[in-house]
């Protein structure tokens, strides 16, 4: 079995402020590791994935996220935040060659001016 | 770039009504999936196609959900009859063929409101 956990479900940053959004998963194999954004009323938008190689994996609009195999993490970061950051991030796991992708709960990012 | 479409947008039914909601993925992609998203939730997969044919389809209520892909290409999620608890958004996703680690790539979703 496979699980996702989004620590915060509400992050709330200033303009210009380092963004970190939380991501613990588990998972008996290898998995293969997502983060999606999701504006009001659409659909999903991948950012990243990580699936072998590199442990630290960049995405689009400047954000990455590092595949920590000990802590089972995948947190998600941006060094500087953006007004138009301000979004709901999932962070999904799949491990199973069917590709199913269990989703966390979500964290909805706020970003102050 | 190729986008996956889905309409309706938006719908509002009564309870016992049927709802209807059709897919169109990327052309291409022989695996296509239905997901539910409750308002303040992540999206949890309904059933899952590779290209005319069910993958898995454990976690879809068939006592009144029904979804089919005849021709291996679009897709129609039905709820027959729709009951207050079915409000959420059905999001629809496809990908390359089947392997662990594809991304899928998601449609702009139906908002199902049930009254």
């Known amino acids: 079995a496979q699980s996702v956990t989004q620590l915060g479900s509400h992050v709330s940053v200033s303009e210009g402020a380092l963004v970190l959004l939380r991501c613990n998963y588990s998972?008996?194999?290898?998995?293969?590791l997502f983060w999606y954004v999701q504006y009001p009323n659409q659909g999903l938008q991948l950012l990243l994935k990580?699936?072998?190689?590199?442990?630290l994996v960049k995405g689009i609009n400047g954000f990455e996220a590092e595949f920590k195999k000990s802590e089972t993490s995948f947190h998600l970061t941006k060094p500087s935040a953006h007004m138009s950051d301000a979004a709901e991030y999932f962070c999904?796991?799949?491990?199973?060659?069917?590709?199913?992708?269990?989703f966390g709960g979500g964290t909805r990012l706020m970003v102050k001016p | 770039e190729a986008e996956v479409a889905q309409s309706p947008r938006y719908k509002i039914t009564e309870k016992s009504q049927a709802v209807a909601f059709w897919c169109d993925p990327i052309?291409?992609?022989?695996?296509l999936y239905w997901y539910r998203q409750i308002l303040g939730q992540g999206p949890e997969l309904l059933v899952q196609?590779?290209?005319?044919?069910?993958?898995?389809d454990s976690q879809l209520p068939k006592d009144r959900f029904s979804a089919e892909r005849l021709k291996g290409v679009d897709s129609t999620l039905k709820i027959q009859p729709a009951e207050l608890g079915d409000s959420a958004m059905y999001l629809c996703a496809s990908s390359l063929p089947l392997a662990a680690g594809e991304t899928q790539y998601f449609g702009p979703g139906t908002r199902l409101l049930v009254l």
């Open positions: 999904a796991v799949n491990n199973n060659a069917g590709n199913m992708l269990t």
């Open positions: 998972s008996s194999v290898p998995p293969y």
């Open positions: 052309s291409g992609h022989a695996t």
């Open positions: 990580y699936t072998t190689g590199a442990t």
């Open positions: 196609f590779q290209d005319e044919s069910v993958v898995d």
